[in-house]
């Protein structure tokens, strides 16, 4: 098939071209998909897509009268994908819905071990020869409760490893996962936010979890609370968490997604002056750590990526569901 991939980086090409053997004519394109760009896909059977590409309805519209059949996304979350339109123009939509849960679990676990020891702050003070342990000082993990919000692959796998500290887990989920016997405790959301000295995000964007963090759920939380989100921006109400981090409410905050990421993430702009202010703000604070939307990225990762997205593409030319999670 002749397939269009968006969003292109030379870690995709590298990963993508060996798994895909020649079986597929791939192009790539260093621009994200959105209804201007989504022209460049007319002669092509299928699209390969990413966390930041806009799938709207004006997009899927443009896909469907261009020909495309079938919109291959190489990540998990699919909330950046109007399935009713893709239903309507009669394109299917796969996922990679597991390629590593650990990248993800580990890296919301390297914000937490980071922000609690301040090791963001050690490294540039011991490159500045300065010594000093003021503003350091940490707590134990062992002893602390954790509450997993969302337990599918990664919340498992996190809350794994959190228990392996000596953490008490407290999960929530409307689906109990009974992976997570012996690990963690389910209980109803609020008590959740009430009870846990560090609450780590893992549920996907739906209509519901939209800005679950949000002024009045902040204020139920411990003082001093650290949050973690590696799942994905729209969780959150940034404004809302900025009060909290003024107020203290909010002790900590590890993120590496941003509801307006999709201006920034994915690219160099250290020559551009940033212009979104509420993302600046959160920048000012000490006790708050960004990364770029970088969870995922592990060798392993990549690699499950693209031999997974290559499989979706061959059971779709082969008319085959066997091992597809299809969205659509
Ligand atoms: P998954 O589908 O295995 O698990 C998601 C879980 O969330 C399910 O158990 C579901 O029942 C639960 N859930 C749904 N609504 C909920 C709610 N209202 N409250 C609590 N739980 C709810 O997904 P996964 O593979 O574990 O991935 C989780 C999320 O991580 C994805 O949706 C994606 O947004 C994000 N993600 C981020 C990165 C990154 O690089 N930062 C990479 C991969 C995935």
Redesign the pocket.
């Known amino acids: 098939m002749k397939v269009a991939i968006f969003s292109a980086k030379p870690y995709d090409q590298e990963h993508l071209n060996p798994a895909n053997q020649g079986q597929h004519e791939l192009t790539y394109f260093e621009a994200h998909l959105n209804p201007q760009t989504a022209i460049l896909a007319k002669g092509f059977d299928a699209v390969c897509c990413f966390v930041n590409d806009t799938l709207n309805a004006e997009t899927v519209r443009t896909l469907g009268e261009a020909g495309v059949r079938m919109i291959a996304m190489r990540?998990?979350?699919y909330?950046n994908v109007d399935l009713e339109a893709a239903r309507k123009f009669g394109i299917r939509v796969a996922r990679v819905?597991?390629y590593s849960?650990y990248a993800?679990a580990e890296?919301a676990v390297a914000l937490i071990l980071d922000l609690n020891r301040n090791i963001h702050r050690a490294y540039n003070r011991v490159r500045e020869n300065d010594y000093s342990l003021s503003g350091l000082l940490g707590f134990d993990l062992h002893g602390k409760t954790v509450g997993v919000?969302?337990?599918?692959?990664?919340?498992v796998a996190f809350a794994r490893i959190m228990s392996g500290f000596g953490c008490q887990v407290l999960a929530?989920?409307?689906?109990e996962?009974p992976d997570l016997q012996g690990f963690a405790r389910y209980v109803d959301?609020e008590l959740l936010l009430r009870e846990a000295d560090i609450i780590s995000l893992?549920?996907?964007?739906?209509p519901?979890?939209h800005h679950?963090i949000n002024a009045e759920t902040i204020q139920m939380m411990k003082p001093g609370v650290m949050i973690i989100n590696?799942?994905?921006g729209g969780l959150i109400d940034t404004p809302a968490v900025i009060d909290g981090l003024k107020s203290e409410q909010i002790g900590y905050l590890g993120l590496?997604?941003y509801e307006e990421e999709a201006e920034l993430f994915f690219e160099d702009y250290s020559n551009v002056l940033l212009q979104d202010d509420v993302f600046a703000r959160l920048l000012t604070f000490p006790n708050v750590v960004v990364t770029g939307?970088?969870?995922?990225?592990t060798q392993e990762a990549l690699s499950a990526i693209a031999e997974i997205t290559i499989n979706n593409l061959c059971a779709f030319e082969q008319s085959e569901s066997e091992g597809v999670e299809w969205v659509v």
Not at 172 to 175: E, G, I, L, N, T
């Open positions: 990540c998990a979350g909330n819905p597991e849960p993800v890296h919000v969302g337990t599918g692959k990664i919340g929530s989920d409307p689906v996962n959301q893992h549920c996907p964007l739906l519901q979890t679950l590696t799942s994905r590496d997604v939307h970088q969870a995922f990225f």
